[in-house]
């Protein structure tokens, strides 16, 4: 989850959806115990992650970072997310940090999975931009549904009932 910080988020055209759509995708990592990393870009100048990102998932270990790409800072070397091969993405602005994070993770040989529902930008065309430049790169454009049902992966997972209850709707 990129840069979804407190000062950032209100220059923004879509900020309240784009909020309760990383809340939800938090949630879900969180309750299906998927490892999950939040940064913070110059967090003295944008402030830090909004609050409600922060207690939808708990579990979530938030960087630091200067460079637009999260990549770049160095982060992913650290814990679980090196052995990841697929990263999902969300987060702000999507033609900026979200895409040179893909592009770098991409370069680098990760699949990238971003969540067109959960990432945005000040401007709807630089949003366009950034999803057709990342899908040219070979990152797959994916939805916060499609993100759920292919964590469960059948109806047969334990998880299934208690995930479709509280965020399928």
């Not at 609050?51 to 070397?77: C, D, H, M």
């Not at 899908?135 to 047969?156: D, H, K, P, T, Y």
């Not at 009932?161 to 509280?166: E, G, P, V, W």
């Amino acid at each position: 989850m990129i840069d979804l910080q407190t000062r950032l988020l209100p220059a923004l055209n879509n900020t309240e959806e784009l909020l309760a759509n990383n809340i939800w995708l938090a949630g879900l990592a969180h309750d299906m115990a998927i490892p999950t990393l939040i940064s913070e870009h110059c967090v003295d100048k944008i402030g830090a992650t909004r609050e409600e990102i922060i207690t939808a998932a708990p579990q979530a270990r938030i960087v630091q970072k200067q460079s637009f790409s999260v990549y770049a800072a160095g982060v992913l070397n650290e814990d679980s997310l090196q052995q990841a091969n697929q990263i999902i993405i969300s987060g702000i602005e999507a033609h900026i940090c979200v895409l040179q994070t893909a592009l770098d993770l991409r370069a680098h040989g990760y699949e990238v999975f971003v969540v067109a529902d959960a990432v945005s930008s000040r401007k709807p065309e630089d949003v366009k931009l950034g999803l057709a430049r990342m899908q040219a790169a070979g990152c797959e454009i994916v939805s916060r549904e499609m993100i759920a049902f292919e964590w469960l992966g059948s109806a047969n997972n334990p998880l299934f009932r208690d995930i479709h209850k509280k965020y399928i709707r």
